[in-house]
């Protein structure tokens, strides 16, 4: 159970951050915590390509978002409701 809520606790701080880093904003916590959440597998994957593992938790955070920013950046890449500049 405890790890079940860290791993939310990590997903919800990661697509926070990814959010901020890739428009400034983020879809609202639960959103976030699912692409977070998601961009932990993504990352974990990209990041496993290149020979690398996440050890701890420094390196949990970072790799989920990694990944939330792949994510997003994927996911924007392809919606219709991109912003004007």
């Not at 428009?23 to 020979?51: K, R, Y």
Request: aromatic letters at 12%; proline letters at 1%.
């Amino acid at each position: 159970m405890g790890s079940l809520i860290w791993s939310l606790l990590i997903g919800a701080i990661a697509g926070w951050a990814a959010g901020k880093i890739m428009s400034g904003h983020g879809f609202g916590i639960w959103v976030d915590m699912i692409v977070g959440i998601v961009g932990a597998f993504i990352g974990g994957f990209v990041l496993s390509l290149f020979g690398f593992n996440a050890y701890g938790m420094v390196g949990q955070l970072i790799t989920s978002i990694l990944g939330a920013v792949i994510l997003l950046w994927v996911v924007r890449m392809f919606s219709n409701n991109q912003a004007k500049p």
